[in-house]
């Protein structure tokens, strides 16, 4: 099963894995605190929140401050990687940093600083009509091709670091001066992505890529339903280079063809997830582009998004604790599928992608959605599987414990979503951030979008 959104990087993450013959080994990282059984759920939640934190904390590229693609424990592997900051992942880890500082794991003051770093790269590095290209070489700023044509802007990986820097803007903008230097420099960044330019020609719709040696080759018209909706949010909500809501309406929601009807496990969908019949994508779906995006009360003409996400991570949970291909392991305390390493390599994890692996993001990211179920999982994970599952950084990034896999390894994208989800359900700090952003606001009124938290 292929998905449109995520073909390239299978590919590519893979063929990186294998590639280990003449690496060196990265820095050592650090054992993990010891596991205390018994905490409480909130203590739980605590611990598991500010050991992933650390990601993005301990374990950032240190020229620039900025989230790596990958961390592994367990092996060797390309010496590149260790300066390789990928674009998403840094705009999750900034919002896990806010996240930090906020609970108070670091200082305000450090994190004031980590984050002014952070934008300082992301000022120097790379940009195409504003947007950031996929991977960014942390040591000097430039773009590191994710593929031959892949070697421009991303505007979906871009998006994410967008709605980081809408929550770090309104974080600081009335702050002490110093952090209200931070707050205009995060929303000048904002202001410089070229959404429109990315309609490639003024077409009714937005594309991913954009090279400035390969132009449009990548050929890739984002339409929905995947993880992008927050691309559309973004352009719709752009104060300098934003978009009509046709493109919208016509490109991501292709004319309503985005609307379907179908039942899983007794759990009613009615959006089409591309490349599924009668089924729904992985769990990153219902996490990266809310991450910022409140989908609590949020509805359009298309869906009502929280009944859409409790559904998704329902049927998920359903699927893994039926385990109809009886992989060991399985059930209502370890479920949870999404795109993440696997036996195969990488793979987009979901009820029709199913190789009996466990990624502990998809059940720890949709906690807002599955409360209880997800501390089941937690709790396993933490206090059961221990330290086959638990390191420095929090939970390795997916297991198999029918192949006995247990590869001490992280991925960026996949560490960012938990710590952020988790203080959304906590206190919702980053919902609160993005929704009360002006921009924000006339974009979703601009797009009919229906929400508690949409001013009148």
Avoid at 390 to 398: E, I, L, M, R, S
Wanted: glycine share 8%.
């Amino acid at each position: 099963m292929k998905f449109t959104s995520r073909i390239l990087f299978v590919i590519l993450i893979t063929s990186c894995i294998q590639c280990t013959s003449d690496a060196q080994t990265f820095e050592s990282i650090k054992s993990a605190p010891p596991i205390k059984k018994g905490l409480s759920d909130d203590e739980l939640l605590d611990v598991v929140q500010k050991q992933t934190f650390q990601y993005f904390w301990d374990g950032a590229e240190p020229n620039s401050g900025a989230g790596r693609e990958r961390y592994h424990a367990d092996n060797i592997y390309p010496d590149n990687d260790k300066s390789t900051v990928a674009t998403g992942a840094t705009g999750f880890g900034l919002m896990a940093i806010l996240s930090g500082i906020d609970r108070g794991y670091v200082t305000k003051k450090e994190g004031l600083n980590r984050l002014n770093k952070i934008l300082t790269f992301l000022e120097k590095a790379d940009r195409f009509h504003g947007a950031w290209s996929h991977w960014i070489n942390g040591e000097t700023g430039k773009v590191r091709p994710f593929g031959k044509k892949d070697n421009g802007g991303d505007l979906v990986e871009t998006s994410f670091v967008a709605q980081a820097l809408i929550c770090i803007n309104e974080y600081y903008k009335n702050g002490s001066s110093e952090e209200k230097l931070l707050s205009k420099k995060a929303d000048s960044l904002w202001r410089g992505i070229d959404f429109n330019w990315y309609r490639n020609g003024d077409q009714n719709v937005l594309y991913w890529h954009w090279s400035p040696e390969y132009a449009w080759e990548m050929n890739f018209p984002v339409k929905g339903y995947n993880e992008c909706l927050i691309m559309y949010v973004m352009a719709a909500s752009s104060p300098t280079h934003t978009v009509p809501a046709a493109v919208y309406h016509e490109g991501w929601a292709r004319n309503g063809e985005i609307n379907t009807k179908f039942e899983l496990f007794g759990h009613p969908f009615t959006l089409d997830y591309q490349g599924q019949k009668n089924s729904v994508g992985p769990l990153f779906w219902a996490h990266y582009s809310y991450l910022g995006l409140n989908p609590k009360g949020l509805t359009d003409r298309y869906a009502n998004y929280w009944e859409n996400n409790v559904n998704q991570t329902l049927a998920i949970h359903d699927y893994c604790v039926a385990n109809p291909k009886n992989f060991k392991g399985y059930g209502e305390n370890s479920w949870g599928l999404t795109a993440s390493y696997s036996v195969k390599g990488y793979a987009a994890h979901n009820p029709q992608e199913d190789f009996g692996v466990i990624s502990p993001t998809a059940a720890i990211s949709s906690i807002p959605y599955t409360p209880k179920e997800s501390i089941k999982v937690i709790r396993h994970l933490y206090e059961d599987l221990g330290d086959k599952v638990w390191g420095k950084y929090g939970f390795y990034d997916a297991f198999s414990e029918t192949n006995n896999w247990f590869p001490k390894r992280y991925l960026g994208i996949d560490q960012g979503p938990m710590v952020v989800m988790i203080e959304n359900y906590r206190s919702g700090l980053l919902w609160k951030l993005f929704m009360r952003n002006a921009d924000v606001q006339a974009g979703l009124k601009k797009l009919d979008f229906k929400s508690p938290e949409i001013k009148e």
